[in-house]
């Protein structure tokens, strides 16, 4: 199973008016995420499922992904807002007797979130702990493949991790 | 400062009567690394060293980055050949009072060479220790930003890691 780590698009700054939450993608932001996804569906890339951080400009990006092409399930997980835990997520969507019947070793999995969050998680997928020695830019993505018998954590292997500027 | 870790492209297949380190890339090999070479130059990468492997695989590579004008510095390494020392070449290159002339905090090196030696290397300077999680295809790319001031092992970042097909 592969799973794609991919962080949102270019916000809107933080302001005492706007909760974070609610914070949008910029027109730039909408326009680079859109390069960017318009690029993996190029490259024939196609999740089986979308999930994504409840937050808006997360979740605009993973619309973005949907109206692109990339995939047409998409799902709120809310272990994916900030400081989400990666072993609530395991637990929900990996280990056996949940959602089994979505999961098979073919499987494309994006994951739209947030950072340092995203890049922990890769991390602890590849190497079991968290050093923050990962950069993921915005609307930058990492792909992870997950064995398909040992726990992921520790056990996966990193074979993408890209900026933008890479793909567009 | 910035290294590139970058393998070789496709090389002829392993033969009695030819010796490892004289494999050749193939037709296919070189066109492809043209092509990556191409993107990165496109993408305004410039080296100020290239440093390679003395295989003949790993020279050839490094030509094409010549030719292509990402860089007009080439040098062999003996520590970047299979099996070769990250902390020798460490020694040699990023320790103070060795090479400082040559190194600034802008410098961006490539070095090029073999698997599983250059994922080896990443895994080292940027966790310490080797897990073998990194998948690096032939003429592949791995970037590090190195620390100005801490050693480079286990505290440098990595901000791309990919195959050649994200960047043809």
């Avoid at 780590?5 to 909408?30: N, S």
């Avoid at 937050?55 to 949907?66: H, S």
């Avoid at 018998?149 to 793909?167: D, E, H, R």
């Amino acid at each position: 199973m592969e799973i794609y780590l991919i962080r949102h698009g270019i916000a809107e700054e933080q302001r005492e008016d706007v909760k974070d939450e609610e914070r949008k993608l910029t027109k730039e932001g909408k326009q680079k995420t859109e390069k960017v996804a318009q690029r993996l569906a190029e490259l024939d890339l196609k999740f089986d499922f979308i999930l994504t951080s409840p937050l808006v400009r997360a979740y605009q990006t993973a619309e973005i992904l949907i109206k692109t092409g990339l995939g047409d399930k998409l799902e709120e997980s809310t272990h994916l807002a900030p400081n989400g835990d990666i072993s609530a997520w395991i637990a929900d969507w990996l280990e056996p007797n949940t959602q089994t019947s979505k999961i098979s070793p073919e499987t494309k999995l994006a994951l739209v979130g947030h950072e340092p969050d995203l890049g922990n998680w890769a991390e602890l997928l590849v190497w079991g702990e968290v050093k923050g020695n990962i950069v993921l830019k915005k609307a930058g993505t990492i792909g992870i493949k997950v064995p398909e018998q040992a726990t992921p954590l520790g056990n996966s292997q990193m074979f993408l991790l890209t900026p933008p500027k890479y793909l567009l």
